[in-house]
């Protein structure tokens, strides 16, 4: 029981480290593009290559995760994604970021989908949003880094540098916990499903479909408002950039400390329920954005965060029961793919349009996509209800 415990604190930590540069593009971009010399939207170009990285990364995860072991798998992704980050500060061009999103985007992908099948099969629902509340402390503590070496006069190559000193120091906890890892999967049997089976048949799947559309919904929504967040509030709202950096961190905050409530609520409350009830609380939160007056600014990201928090989670956990183990690490793969596709388009789609309308336009595209969203839930949930009614 101490080894299990154990355990589950590393695969804690392993998302912080996921979670860590997964904000960091964001807060540090209005400055980034001055001193790289390319027009604005152009993050949406770095942030579309990690996504691509991360969807080719997780949909052969399954058969990786099966022939090398989810602590390999860990550790090396990890590693990937830490020397990712410390090429980016040293970096002064555009084109060099570019080549090094390939590795930060691929080592994200397998452990992503990996540790969240791990959980799903063999922990409640509470550790499944406790898992994400971590990844929410390490996207916390990224805008936090930056915005202090801005504050301080540092570039934002230092604060790449910050965040990749402390991923190395997680890939040396990671290392020394490989035996733990291989006694702990040695016991589980079974952990990898079935990893056979073509997309063409799973996609066959009752509601598969319907699921894949949400996790692209999802994460276009989460993405969107993290990465763009802090230039709607310069460009849109005046800010100053460290003043946007801050309140970009409350977002991520907001799910950090949504996603350990939910962790608590999960034993009241079904994944389903869960999913509704953030979807709503994003409603407000982008009602409140829309007041006409700066002290909105602060709860209005911070319900957004909040809305955000029980979603992924909660879907994620509801995968094995919605489409059986037998294919869930497959599955899982399949939709984490699903997630970063919404991830690598949708930013670069909302970037280009804002460089042609208005930063304000970023509430009104959060809409759309979270209306999509509600919609395909409704469906899926229904879809796997009929499939489950059905006689055998």
Known sequence: M?????????????????????????????????DLAVPIHFAGI??????????????????????????????????????????FSFSHHFIFLCLLAIPLGLGAGCVDAALNNYVALHYKAKHMNW????????????????????????????????VGSIQMALVLVLLLSIPLWIRRSATLPGDHGDTKAGFKTLLRIAGLKQALVVFFCYCSVEATFGLWGASYLVFARHLEPETAARLVSIYYVG?????????????????KQLVYLGQGIIVLGLLVLLLPFDAALLP?????????????????????????????????????????????????????????????????????????????????????????????
């Open 255 to 271: 799910i950090t400390v949504g996603r350990f409530a939910s962790g608590f609520i999960a034993g009241h409350l079904t994944n």
């Open 46 to 87: 770095i942030s579309m290559i990690v996504a691509g990285g991360t969807v080719i990364s997780s949909l052969f995860s399954a058969r990786l995760i099966a022939r090398l072991g989810v602590a390999s798998v860990t550790t090396g992704s990890v590693l990937m994604t830490a020397l990712a980050l410390v090429g």
């Open 300 to 392: 209005g990201f911070l319900l957004i965060g909040l809305g955000c928090a029980p979603i992924f989670p909660s879907l994620l956990h509801e995968t094995p029961r919605n489409f059986g183990e037998k294919h869930a690490q497959a599955i899982m793969g399949m939709q984490m793919a699903s997630a970063y596709i919404g991830i690598t388009l949708m930013p670069l789609l909302f970037g280009k349009l804002a460089s042609y309308v208005d930063y304000s336009f970023l509430l009104g595209f959060i809409a759309l996509m979270l209306a999509l969203q509600i919609v395909m839930t409704y469906n899926l949930n229904r879809s796997v209800s009929t499939k489950k009614a059905m006689p055998d």
């Open 131 to 162: 898992l994400h509340c971590f990844w929410g402390v390490g996207a916390a503590i990224g805008p936090i880094i930056m915005a202090r070496q801005l504050a301080n006069g540092e570039s934002w190559n230092s604060g790449y540098f910050a």
């Open 2 to 34: 101490m080894k299990k415990g154990l355990l589950l604190v590393v695969i804690y930590l392993a998302f912080i480290s996921l979670g860590l540069p997964d904000s960091l593009l964001g807060p540090a971009w209005p400055t980034m593009y001055i």
